[in-house]
């Protein structure tokens, strides 16, 4: 293993808080994780690339993304490691390096959702939806289901707003990388 | 109908995003239960959205102090209400750094201009629930036998950090048990809804769903009973199986269980329309 590798995996473990090395390979994450089938190395995988400090591997990887931090695999680790936390920590450092991401749909949701908040302390689903929607160039799918939604008072027009927008306005200057 | 003897008690009180917009009804419900049983909920002045699975996922220094900001609004002396079980696990976690990290405490107070309340106590609905329970006086017939499958999605799965928050494992079947429903045993309770990825990635998020609707269809329940509005939206959005069942939010049926005022304007708001299995049951007029 070369110092770039244990690099990696020590800047990971400094980064998230958390003792990743503990894990035991049991599976017990895979196996309760309900978005495995759709993962390509499935949560211990991840854990062993980070641990080899195969850095392009994991931070190009799929898995980072479609984790949904449901806690499922924590609660079923035996050396109670808090996975989601793990995957939150690469995500942003996959960001931070300009890693290649391979789910832009899911990192292109969570910036409108963040872009919503900064404009207006909350979210305002119904604009969140369109421009996702746009910034995906996919105007089509899932068109019927928005106008159920609309016709069901389900997504209002108009978005809440909070009176304090200044407030997080400056939060958002002081973190949003 | 709230009730004559008892005092009612001021709680501050987090909607959250969703249920002030996409889920009108699980609110208005919440509200009604809560008043019943003796709470006032007084909204926290000016909230702020959370963070969502959003800000975490790529921004956690974000998402502390978007929560932090929530926290900086509570007035003292009373417990904060978190209708929302992910709001609710973002604003604990926030909470647990502020009182296990000095330097995180120093910089909330700095930016808020106010200490950090060590006795501010951040509530789930669930807890409220429980600590009137379901006894007294009330007609054990109320929800008339109704079948249902108890869906906590990952509200009890809580991170490491949490470990020694209380559960509420089995709330809503001995709750709604108490007024004469049935809860099925099912092997999803505590299944994952897939929540965000609902939009990006529906193809991953339907198989999801169908596994547990049929889950629920398979163990004989006629409906679903979810704690949170993400996996009610889910349920009723991306299950692709020809028979699906209603799915109610908790406090729905607790509203009708105490026989509070019921707005037919809830079941309305619903996808999947819960009006012929209510009124088969006799639970609506």
Redesign the interface.
């Known amino acids: 293993m070369t110092t770039t590798h244990k690099r990696f995996c020590q800047a990971v473990v400094e980064r998230c808080g958390e003792n990743f090395q503990r894990c035991l390979h049991c599976l017990s994450c895979a196996s309760g994780c309900p978005v495995v089938a759709a993962m390509t190395y499935r949560p211990n995988g991840v854990i062993r690339l980070v641990q080899y400090g195969f850095s392009q591997e994991v931070l190009e990887s799929p898995d980072i993304w479609l984790c949904v931090g449901c806690n499922t695999c924590t609660i079923a680790c035996p050396m109670a490691i808090d996975i989601p936390v793990l995957m939150d920590a690469l995500r942003e450092i996959a960001l931070e390096n300009r890693a290649k991401i391979n789910e832009t749909g899911i990192l292109n949701f969570h910036k409108e959702v963040l872009d919503s908040i900064q404009r207006y302390g909350r979210t305002h689903k119904l604009e969140i939806m369109m421009r996702y929607k746009v910034r995906q160039r996919d105007l089509f799918s899932d068109m019927d289901l928005g106008l159920k939604m609309m016709a069901k008072r389900k997504l209002d027009l108009l978005p809440s707003r909070i009176a304090d927008t200044k407030s997080v306005s400056k939060l958002f200057k002081e973190f949003k990388g | 109908m709230t009730p004559m003897l008892r005092e009612m008690q001021e709680i501050s009180y987090f909607p959250g ?1 969703s249920l ?5 009804e699980n609110n208005q419900s919440l509200k009604e239960v809560c008043a019943h049983i003796g709470f006032n909920l007084v909204d926290l002045q ?4 959370c ?12 998402a502390f ?2 929560a932090c ?1 929530n926290l900086s609004l509570a007035p003292a002396g009373r417990p904060l209400l978190v209708a929302c079980p992910s709001c609710s696990t973002r604003l604990r976690m926030a909470q647990h750094r502020l009182h296990t990290v000095p330097e995180a405490r120093e910089a909330y107070e700095l930016r808020w201009g106010r200490p950090v309340d060590p006795d501010l106590k951040i509530i789930h609905f669930f807890e409220l629930i429980q600590s009137r329970g379901p006894f007294g006086r009330q007609p054990v017939d109320a929800l008339n036998g109704l079948k249902f499958a108890p869906y906590y ?2 509200m009890l ?5 949490l ?1 020694y928050e209380r559960s509420y494992h089995g709330l809503m079947e001995k709750m709604l048990g108490a007024f004469g429903a049935q809860a099925v045993s099912w092997p999803y309770p ?3 809804c ?4 609902s ?4 193809e ?1 998020v339907s ?2 769903i169908d596994t547990i609707m049929r889950g629920a269809l398979e163990a004989g329940a006629e409906c679903l009973v979810t704690a949170c509005a993400m996996c009610h ?1 889910n349920l009723e ?1 991306r299950c692709n199986l020809k028979n699906r069942l209603p799915t109610f939010h908790f406090s729905e049926l607790l509203a009708i269980a105490y026989r509070t005022p019921i707005q037919k304007s809830w079941f ?4 999947v329309d819960p009006m012929p299995l209510l009124k088969e049951r006799r639970l609506v007029a």
């Open positions: 995003c002030a917009t996409s889920a009108k000016d909230w702020n959205c963070g969502s699975s959003s800000a975490h996922s790529i921004n956690s220094e974000l102090h978007l900001r999605g990952c799965a809580q991170p490491p950090a470990r505590a299944r994952c897939g929540t965000f990825l939009v990006a990635r529906p991953v198989p999801m939206l959005i309305a708001k619903h996808l």
